[in-house]
């Protein structure tokens, strides 16, 4: 089944380029898979495997990291296989277009507020 979708979430982890080389040739091209996580409109989170590949993976691993807000389109595919003797459907997200909305938000160091010291006042006799 496939089906077109964008989604708007967050990266779960840093993204690593993966290089493939044809076999019988020197020609190389690059991907990448990760999992974004999102909510629906019951603030449920859910979690969703996507794939880029060429120039796009390039950019989104250079580019992104780990709680990067991203929006990402493409064709949803499913694959089912049996585990354990059940039926098992898995998603995948082919990504054909991407945007980086915003960057993860850096922990900013904790600030303490020191209170001035109190320098004793002489004693008046």
Known sequence: MKANLTVLGRLTKDLELIS???????????????TVAFNDYKKNS???????TGPKAELLVDYSQQGSRVCLSGSLESYQYEHKGENVTNWTLRVSDFEIIDWAEETEPEVV??????TKRPVRK
């Open 20 to 34: 493939n080389t044809v076999k019988g040739t020197e020609e190389t091209f690059y991907s990448t898979k990760g």
């Open 113 to 118: 507020e020191t209170k001035p010291q109190r």
């Open 46 to 52: 859910h979690f969703l495997r996507f794939e880029v």
